[in-house]
């Protein structure tokens, strides 16, 4: 059986977007910046229904993660700048959610979300408070995904044949919004 969770991606990078709008820092022309932090990712996900031989409403739910993140900003004039978020990959959980709410993990998958943003930043830079908007593009990449005995256990019972899925790989856009 072959399992999809095509909001997985977005919501991925959405959140990527949103942990990296509170550490920008770029603030004028031709300045580099460079930070590290953590990052969590809390998904918040949409999943559909699961396919056959599972029950009728059983869908999906992933876990958050935390992990470190590296923060590369660059001054392309006062006001508008480039900034990329990197990290290790995140190790999310997946849990029984819809028919199958409260069942557990049933899996686990890594996503690695690579962001590069443009921002603009209002004010001078001298300014005390330096809001700022950002639009950014984002690659959400998924690897080791895999299926636990007891999701097969719910979704394939009887057959032995271990349940098993996939997320697609996806580009994707991003908005952020904050300050320094």
Sequence with gaps: MKVRFHSVAKVLAVAAALACASTASAQSAGQFTAKFGLNQLTPKVESGDISA?????????VGKDIQP???FAYGLTDNISLETCLGTPYKHKIYGAGAIAGTGELGSVEALPPTVFAQYRFGAPSATFRPFVGIGATYAYFMKERGSARMTAITNPGSGVPTTFSIDN???????????
């Design 53 to 61: 031989p599972a029950l009728p409403g059983t869908k999906a739910d």
């Design 69 to 71: 993140v590296l923060v």
């Design 170 to 180: 996806k580009f994707t856009y991003t908005g952020q919004i904050g300050w320094p």
